[in-house]
């Protein structure tokens, strides 16, 4: 009797995970560089997370700011506002 429920729960499982959804927790990635800075913008669950790599030559370091911006915002403008606040950073 083992060997029939053995069969059935994994007949049982296997029709569960099937009708799943798969949900994509980052969609994919979008880098672009201007004046010596990294822009990395990736989608997630929630909205949209913009890195930026910047070189600093003083300590001669590489750093990051990370930015997330939430879904429901306008994401154009959003990205607008970071590049102009990264750029009179550097």
Known sequence: MKWLKRIVVKWVKDDWYNSQPVQDVAVGARSVEIDGLSFNIM??????????????RKADRNGYHTHV??????????????????????
């Open 43 to 56: 989608t997630a669950t929630g909205g949209t997370v913009v890195q930026v790599r910047y070189y600093d």
């Open 69 to 90: 911006i939430p879904d429901g915002e306008d994401i154009a403008s959003r990205i607008g506002h970071i590049v102009s606040m990264e750029l009179l950073r550097a």
